[in-house]
């Protein structure tokens, strides 16, 4: 079956830190995955897909086949990524529907 | 360009009640899916509809539906209400086979059942 696993709820770092934001995922087929940001009283909003290959704000993700993984990665955390960061795997008819995973809390102090 | 809206925003039922949520997506946008998400099961795909057509559905009981008109514009029904059916319902629009996966949502339909 189709899954999503984000093993961390809550990722705190300090302003200037590294930041890996962990996924894992589970698919029979060839997957296209995403990530989803909602910052604070905001409206949940695609921050970047694997198959465009771009770095949004800093971030970057890669998607890893063997090890099933598509972590985001930021150099230097600013104290603006403060959000939820939720991982998605899309499937269905034309891939429209996405699985989430329960999402990441990212908490960066100065 | 106006943004996904859902409507109502906020509202409460009781438990055997139904419940109708609008959402009128991103004016060009097709596709229109919903999602529900809870604290304890997170974001869950409900159902997508196109060109009035339901085109994909997620693991939810018959008392979850929907439709779509010619205009785009989707509805969302829940008969039947349980009090585990309390939970933020998420529509959101997407231009579908030019960018599968990009979706834009709305604020959300806040329901709780007593």
């Known amino acids: 079956a189709q899954r999503v696993t984000q093993p961390e709820k809550l990722l705190s770092v300090f302003k200037g830190a590294p930041v890996e934001l962990k996924c894992n995922y589970s698919?029979?087929?060839?997957?296209?995955l995403f990530w989803y940001v909602q910052y604070s009283r905001q409206r949940l909003q695609l921050l970047l897909r694997?198959?465009s290959r771009e770095s949004i704000k800093g971030f970057t993700a890669d998607l890893n086949k063997g090890e099933t993984s598509f972590h985001l990665k930021k150099p230097f955390a600013q104290e603006e990524d403060s959000a939820m960061y939720y991982c998605?795997?899309?499937?269905?008819?034309?891939?429209?529907?996405?699985?989430f995973g329960k999402g990441t809390t990212l908490s960066v102090s100065s | 360009k106006a943004g996904v809206t859902q409507t109502p925003r906020y509202l409460i039922k009781t438990r055997g009640q139904q419940v109708t949520l609008s959402c009128s997506p991103i004016?060009?946008?097709?596709?229109v899916s919903w999602y529900q998400q809870t604290p304890g099961q997170g974001l869950q795909f409900l159902f997508e509809?196109?060109?009035?057509?339901?085109?994909n559905k997620g693991n939810f009981p018959g008392r979850f539906s929907g439709r779509q008109f010619s205009n785009s514009r989707s509805e969302m029904n829940v008969s039947t209400l349980e009090l585990g059916d309390s939970a933020l319902y998420l529509c959101?629009?997407?231009?579908?086979?030019?960018?599968?996966?990009?979706?834009?949502f709305g604020e959300g339909s806040r329901l709780t059942v007593l």
């Open positions: 998605a795997l899309s499937w269905g008819q034309a891939g429209t529907a996405l699985i």
């Open positions: 959101a629009s997407s231009l579908r086979l030019a960018s599968p996966g990009e979706l834009f």
């Open positions: 004016s060009g946008h097709r596709s």
């Open positions: 694997h198959i």
């Open positions: 509809y196109f060109s009035e057509t339901q085109r």
């Open positions: 698919y029979s087929g060839s997957p296209e």
